[in-house]
C-alpha cells in the first residue's frame, strides 16, 4: 500500500514516518511512504495518478498546508483514508467536514497512533502478488502492477516502480490469480490494471505513456468493461 505524509515541518514528518514504519514492519505488511513537504507537491502527484491507501496531513495556522488542501483532495478524487495532524484542535470539525477517519495532535504520542491505525486498519487494501525473485518471494502490492505482458512461455510483470518482474508461467495463470476486478485481460498478449490507465482509443494509453493493445474484436466489449469499472470506482 501507498502512504503518504504532508508536512511542512521536516522533524515532525520524519517523526511520523518512523512510526509508520515500525508499525507496518511490525506486521510484516507492505509499504511505500511518500514524504511531501508541501500540499501543492501532493496534489500534484495525486493529480498525476500516483494512488494512495492513506494520508496523512498535516494542517496549521499560518501555514503553507493549510485545511483547504484537505478539501482540495476530495475534488480531485482522493477517496482513501485521511488522517489530520496539527497542534491545534482548531481544525477538528473541518477534519469530520472532509471525511478524515482520524485526527492527531503534535507532538504525535505513539500509543494515540497506534489507536487510531488500529481502528482503521481494516480498511487498508494490502492485497499482493506473490512473485519468486530470484531465491525468494517478493509480495508485490496490487497497485504497483500496471500490467503484465507475455511472450510465448513467461510473461513481465511491469510495476509502477520501474522494476518488472520475469515469470515462466502462461498469461491464463497469471489471469485467473489476479482475480482482483481491477485486472483486465484485453489482448492474448496483455493484462491490463485499469487503475493505471490514463486514457482510452484503439489501445489503451496507461499513466506511465506506454500503449496497450486492445482485441480487435472484442474492442466495444473491452471498452465497455473498462467504462463501467471507471463508474463503479467513481461512485
Same mark, same amino acid.
Given at each position: 500500500m501507498n502512504v503518504a505524509v504532508c508536512d511542512e515541518n521536516s522533524k515532525d514528518s520524519e517523526c511520523l514516518i518512523d512510526m509508520l514504519k515500525k508499525y507496518f514492519f511490525e506486521r510484516e505488511l507492505p509499504v511505500n511512504i511518500f514524504g511531501f513537504g508541501s500540499g501543492e507537491d501532493l496534489l500534484y502527484e495525486v493529480k498525476g495518478g500516483l494512488s494512495f491507501d492513506l494520508v496523512f496531513l498535516s494542517v496549521e495556522h499560518n501555514s503553507s498546508v493549510g485545511i483547504e488542501f484537505a478539501y482540495l483532495l476530495r475534488e480531485v478524487n482522493y477517496s482513501r483514508e485521511l488522517i489530520i495532524v496539527s497542534s491545534s484542535v482548531d481544525f477538528a470539525v473541518d477534519g469530520y467536514e472532509v471525511g478524515a477517519v482520524g485526527y492527531l495532535t503534535k507532538p504525535c504520542e505513539v =500509543?494515540?497512533? $497506534?489507536? @487510531?491505525?488500529? $481502528?482503521? *486498519?481494516g480498511k487498508f487494501r494490502i492485497d499482493t502478488?506473490? &512473485?519468486? #525473485? $530470484?531465491? *525468494?518471494i517478493v509480495r508485490l502490492p496490487l497497485s504497483e502492477i500496471i500490467y503484465v505482458e507475455s511472450n510465448n512461455s513467461k510473461c513481465t510483470v511491469h510495476t509502477? *516502480?520501474?522494476?518488472?518482474?520475469? =515469470?515462466?508461467? #502462461? =498469461?491464463? @495463470? &497469471?489471469e485467473n490469480e489476479l482475480s482482483d476486478k481491477c485486472f483486465l485481460r484485453c489482448h492474448r498478449s496483455f493484462i491490463v490494471n485499469m487503475n493505471c490507465v490514463a486514457a482510452v482509443d484503439d489501445d489503451f494509453v496507461m499513466k506511465s505513456g506506454e500503449r496497450i493493445l486492445i482485441r480487435k474484436k472484442s474492442r466495444k466489449e473491452i471498452k465497455d468493461i473498462f467504462w463501467n469499472f471507471l463508474s463503479q470506482k467513481n461512485n
Open positions: =500509543l494515540i497512533f $497506534r489507536k @487510531v491505525m488500529e $481502528r482503521i *486498519s502478488y506473490p &512473485i519468486k #525473485h $530470484r531465491n *525468494s509502477s *516502480s520501474g522494476d518488472n518482474y520475469t =515469470l515462466y508461467k #502462461h =498469461l491464463n @495463470v &497469471i
